[in-house]
């Protein structure tokens, strides 16, 4: 009867030995891919936030130009055909145009 036993308790440790590494070999390959995927997703997320940073940085470095530089805010108001009080626009018909 010990014999038995013996063979039984072997037969049962090896039958779960054996389901724990199929369970493994079946669970660890898709969060393998699904860990590659969330790292990439994390990267794309990370050049984003760059890019914006760096949006934010011109736009504040901008903004500081308007409050210091006086030509700059001229300049600008210019580019988009703003005028002084009392001046005169004097706008010209290209020949492409016509």
């Given at each position: ?23 493994g070999l ?73």
């Amino acid at each position: 009867m010990n014999v038995l036993l013996k063979i039984i308790t072997r037969t049962t440790l090896v039958t779960a030995f054996l389901c724990v590494i199929v369970a493994g070999l079946v669970i660890i390959p898709p969060k393998l891919a699904q860990l590659r995927r969330l790292e990439q997703q994390r990267n794309e997320m990370l050049r984003r936030i760059d890019h914006k940073n760096n949006e934010i940085k011109v736009l504040k470095d901008k903004q500081q130009r308007f409050k210091a530089e006086p030509e700059f805010v001229e300049h600008i108001a210019r580019e988009n055909k703003r005028v002084r009080p009392g001046e005169l626009v004097f706008v010209f018909d290209s020949e492409d145009a016509k």
